[in-house]
């Protein structure tokens, strides 16, 4: 094989064409990449909402459970105060009974 030597300019073709393909393949790769990146991205944002929705209806669910206890917790009370107005001997069994 009979290459020119590396001084000659006629050379330069031979060692740039390896490079250019080279620098497209990387810049292809990357593209990629950035694609599959973004890709598992949005995948996981969409994935965080889903979650973050799923948890603040749970929250909402515990927070009317929680205010439904504290009306029935009020209601009891009640019913013990007027138990007590009509006789302190039953509403104190009724309170440990509850």
Do not use: F, G
């Not at 944002?45 to 973050?52: M, Q």
Request: with cysteine; hydrophobic share 40%; aromatic share 2%.
């Amino acid at each position: 094989c009979n290459l020119p030597s590396l001084s000659s300019v006629s050379y330069l073709p031979y060692l740039m064409a390896p490079r250019n393909e080279m620098a497209a393949n990387v810049r292809r790769t990357n593209n990629t990449l950035k694609r599959v990146v973004k890709k598992k991205e949005e995948k996981n944002v969409k994935r965080l909402k889903e979650s973050l929705a799923k948890m603040k209806a749970e929250t909402e669910e515990t927070l009317r459970a929680v205010e439904e206890l504290r009306q029935s917790m009020a209601q009891i009370r009640e019913v013990i105060r007027l138990l007590l107005d009509d006789n302190p001997l039953e509403a104190e069994l009724t309170a440990a009974l509850l």
